[in-house]
């Protein structure tokens, strides 16, 4: 614990009471974001800082390492691989590693993800006032006095080179090199003489100095002064001596031509030691290390409160510390060369502007009537450097001609609570209330405003918001629109106005001679010129809530809004314009924008932790945010199907403060970008296959970073293995062949089955058919002739109307045998041979009847579809039916026969003519119509009797054949 005892004491040392050049407190400081141990640094103790090359920022603490990227702390202490928890510089290397000195006196480094320990653990000396870096041949360097002592290990990987000589041999972070003469020796120890400085002192550590080469300047650093030289082939010459007072804590060279002095109690000193120029911060501080960044912030490190980082130091704050009465600042108002800031409970600040000496804040009192609602609603300067102050409870003017602040007196002009003011040429206008009044100005003949001309215009139920002057107009905002206001005017004095551009809810006016800006709660900013309305919204502007316009020329309006102020500057005419945004990033102490006043080349912005003055107004070269893969090195691309499959990366901003977005996108899958607030993206379950997830970041100012691809592969389990799976669809195929080929052999043998029984059935059918035909049909034919000779015989005996009938009987039992022996036979299985039989039958039937049959039955050659025995038989026994029908019971004069055949489709229509009857009543009564129904079940076909008591009677029949 030797050397933390030495910085300890060396602290206490500096820790002493100090007076000096810089004890006047300015009323302007900068805003600061504070860092410390609540928001994830290991200790609020930081004793060295500084930025790698990928941009991360590294703190050494009392505690451990903190490697920050502007959102998160990746901490890093003993229990990782650090010699000791105290670490007092950190250095990288030409391979960007990043080596740490602890306060065992020996260094470690990180890489890959991983500390690691130097092997031999050699002990290194560097003094508290000394520098630590690595030059351009990878050398481990400490500059002390006038020598840079050189360190070699073999896990640095140096670069082997010839020194010339061992004396004077100066190097520099940056990869300077240079060799001091002897000449350039007694000149430096000469000036260390002037300054009552020597080797004894500097190894005594009680005046410490040392050199630092930058660019092409030698620096010699000590705690009272830094003398720079100019560096050339001939020597050094001097340039300049840049001296400070102080108890100094380190100076440290933190960019071009700038060194930083850290101090205790005097914060941070950034001076240009070539033109001497200096900036103090964090007075009252102890600071103990200073870095510029690669964006121009500028981080400092302190004793006991952590870090803080300022994005903009050119910006400054006035506050509290300033002498503010309340840094919640409503509005602003500049006349007679002073800022008024406006507060709640009726205070007004003013300051003096635009002299050298900076002189207090002061403050006054609006006296009213009520101890409530008595803010400080509009700040207004008119003609003669007078000040228009609009509060809760009325007008109060202020002269401020006489630059005496202590003749101020606020004078009452009216009563009432007060939403807004505007100046219109010997007018002046505001809002009460729900109604808007004029006061003619009588200042000229001193006697203020008079109320004699005064006018007022009601506008009943709108809720009024703002109020403006624009050309001859004036124009009056409320929360149901824009109204335009003619005083005098002879018919109704105000209209609404924009409101087919959609403009509903009107928060704020401002108006120059060509333009008028309208502030609306959601819609952004409307700008309406003589020839169009051009209308602005976030992202485009901070937000689209806007709280106030101002302008500050006839070019350059400002939005101010809950989410920070956008500068709109227009050119050619309104016809161009660019939009800035300024807002914390840019160095404004809050986000939270009230009010703008320009004066000279200031601008003063008004927030609700203080007022931000800057002369800078553009910020379109910001830098875009740097997208990091932060991944160790040997990260795998391959990851196994099922696991969970993460990957991270860091979004460097630090003008964002911390406000980043991330957005990823699968290449080739995703159409749009998932958003997401941090850098780690996760998939739990990605089909195998190569894959690219495409990273970019956005930051608060909708810039996008370069896209970051992460390529990787999926690999599938065993049986998702592409040669498993080609032979399981192999396999899969021969098994179906098989099961398909015994399927169909056993289809095959079914139908080769059922062919031969068809076909055995089919001669069965044929032998029973010429069996009876030639044999029973025989038999009944010579029953029937013989029938016929023995009724001729006995005509006029009474025994030949037996014999008739059983003529009829055996005619009948004849053409029963024919039309089994038609239905039996193969050959007729076809649907023309069942037309054709019909036919011939139905012409039989209606031989001799009176009956006049109508046929329409389809061609020969059409019907070639094969139709079975019994279907034929059912068919014509059913048209038989209807034709026997017709025949018995119909008294018609035609009959009608239609048979048709669509698609395998067999169409068959009966009908008549004749007296038709009911067949609701009849439908279960008469035995023929039972008996066509029930033949039309057996055939499985859709039947259909339409009839009707002398409407005829059609039966139509549909059939699959």
């Known amino acids: 614990m030797r050397l933390k005892s030495f910085f300890l004491k060396l602290l206490i040392f500096t820790l002493l009471p100090f007076t000096g050049a810089y004890a006047d407190i300015p009323y302007e400081v900068v805003y600061l974001k504070n860092y410390s141990a609540p928001d994830g640094l290991l200790s609020s103790r930081v004793h060295y800082m500084m930025q790698d090359s990928k941009g991360f920022i590294w703190i050494a603490t009392d505690k451990g390492v903190s490697r920050f990227d502007g959102q998160h702390f990746k901490n890093f202490t003993s229990a990782d691989g650090l010699e000791s928890n105290e670490c007092f510089r950190i250095a990288e290397d030409k391979y960007h590693r990043i080596f740490f000195y602890c306060n065992n006196y020996r260094f470690c480094y990180y890489e890959n993800g991983v500390i690691h320990k130097l092997d031999p653990q050699q002990k290194i000396w560097v003094l508290p006032f000394g520098n630590f870096f690595f030059n351009r041949y990878n050398e481990l360097c400490v500059n002390y006095a006038l020598s840079t002592k050189v360190y070699h290990f073999a896990q640095l990987k140096s670069t082997p080179h010839v020194i010339k000589n061992l004396v004077g041999n100066i190097y520099g972070a940056g990869g300077e090199e240079f060799q001091l003469s002897q000449n350039d020796l007694d000149m430096l120890e000469k000036d260390l003489s002037d300054g009552e400085l020597n080797y004894s002192t500097a190894k005594n550590n009680i005046k410490p100095y040392r050199l630092a080469l930058q660019q092409d300047h030698l620096l010699l650093i000590t705690k009272e002064w830094v003398q720079a030289y100019q560096v050339n082939r001939s020597g050094i010459i001097p340039l300049n001596k840049v001296r400070f007072e102080g108890n100094v804590t380190s100076v440290y060279p933190t960019g071009k031509d700038i060194v930083a002095v850290t101090t205790v109690k005097q914060g941070t000193y950034i001076i240009n030691y070539l033109t001497g120029e200096r900036r103090n911060y964090l007075r009252n501080n102890i600071t103990t290390a200073t870095v510029i960044d690669r964006e121009n912030n500028i981080w400092f490190g302190s004793y006991d409160r952590g870090f803080f980082l300022s994005t903009n130091p050119e910006v400054s704050v006035i506050n509290n510390e300033s002498g503010l009465a309340n840094e919640d600042v409503l509005k602003l108002g500049i006349a007679g060369g002073y800022l008024f800031t406006g507060h709640v409970l009726s205070v007004i600040n003013y300051m ?25 609603t509009s700040l207004v300067a008119i003609p003669g450097n007078r000040l228009m102050v609009g509060t809760d409870n009325g007008i109060f003017g202020l002269d401020v001609s006489n630059n005496n602040p202590a003749s ?65 107009d004036i124009l009056v905002g409320s929360l149901y629109g824009l109204y335009r206001l003619t005083p005098n005017s002879n018919s109704e004095p105000y209209v609404k106005i924009l409101s087919k551009e959609g403009v509903n809810v009107v928060k704020c006016l401002a108006s120059n001679e060509a333009a008028c800006a309208i502030g609306t709660e959601s819609q952004g900013v409307f700008l309406m010129t003589d020839k169009k309305v051009i209308q602005f919204n976030a992202p485009a502007i901070s937000s689209g809530d806007i709280r106030k316009l101002v302008w500050t020329d006839d070019n350059t309006l400002w939005a101010c809004t809950a989410k920070g102020v956008s500068v709109i500057s227009f050119g050619n005419n309104y016809r161009n314009y660019r939009v800035s945004l300024l ?134 389990l065993w ?9 399981a669809v192999f396999a899969s195929i021969i098994v179906v062949f098989l099961v398909v080929r015994k399927y169909y052999l056993s289809i095959i043998g079914l139908q080769k089955k059922d062919y031969e029984n068809a076909l055995a059935l089919q001669r069965e059918r044929q032998r029973i058919s010429s069996e ?11 029953i029937k002739l013989r029938t016929e000779l023995l009724s001729k015989r006995v005509a006029d005996q009474p025994a030949s109307k037996e014999i008739d009938a059983i003529h009829e009987a055996i005619t009948d039992i004849s053409t029963q045998m024919r039309l089994i022996i038609w239905s039996l036979d193969p050959e007729n299985d076809d649907v023309s041979n069942l037309v054709n039989f019909i036919h011939k039958q139905a012409v039989r039937l209606f031989e001799y009847s009176d009956i006049r049959l109508h046929e329409s039955l389809p061609p020969v050659e059409e019907d070639n ?40 489709k067999l169409y068959v229509t009966i009908g008549d003519d004749g007296r038709g009857f009911d067949l609701d009543s009849r439908k279960l009564e008469t035995m023929g119509i039972r008996n066509i129904y029930a033949r039309a079940r057996r055939l499985n076909a859709d039947l259909k009797i339409d009839t009707g008591p002398g409407e005829g009677t059609f039966i139509s029949l549909k059939l699959h054949v």
């Open 408 to 472: 101020w007196h606020p004078e009452k002009y009216f009563f009432g609570p007060i939403k807004g003011i505007a100046w219109q040429p010997e007018n002046l206008c505001f809002i009460s209330q729900n109604s808007v009044l004029t006061m003619a100005n009588r200042f000229e003949r001193g006697q203020g405003y008079s109320f004699e001309n005064s006018q007022g215009y009601a506008f009943e139920n709108l809720r009024l918001t703002s109020i403006t002057c624009y050309k001859n």
């Open 772 to 782: 009876v035909h030639d044999d029973l049909g025989a038999s009944i034919s010579g």
């Open 719 to 727: 049986y998702q293995q592409l040669w498993l799976q080609v032979m």
């Open 865 to 904: 579809i094969t139709i079975s025995g019994e279907k034929r038989r059912q068919i014509y026994l059913l048209v038989k039916e209807g034709l026997n029908n017709i025949i018995k019971h119909s008294n018609a004069q035609n009959a009608f026969l239609t048979i048709s055949l669509n698609k395998k």
């Open 583 to 716: 807002n914390t990033s840019n160095g404004l102490p809050s986000d939270n924008v009230a009010d703008v006043a320009r004066y000279d080349h200031d601008y003063y912005i008004a927030t609700d932790q203080g007022i931000a003055v800057t002369q800078n107004l553009g910020n379109t070269n910001l830098p875009k945010p740097v997208i990091i893969d932060d991944r160790s090195a040997n990260q795998e691309s391959s990851f196994m199907y099922g696991k969970p499959i993460i990957f991270n990366c860091v979004a460097l901003s630090y003008k964002s403060m911390g406000k980043i977005q991330y957005r990823f996108r699968l290449k080739g899958v995703d159409k749009n970008w998932s958003v997401a607030p941090s850098g780690e993206k996760r998939f739990d379950l990605l089909p195998p296959g190569h894959y690219e997830l495409e990273a970019v970041a956005a930051d608060r100012f909708n810039q996008l970073s370069r896209t970051l691809v992460f390529r990787f592969d999926v690999m599938p």
């Open 352 to 376: 003096k502007l635009g002299t050298k000496s900076r002189q207090p804040i002061g403050s006054l009192t609006i006296k009213q009537d009520r101890s409530d609602f008595n803010r400080i």
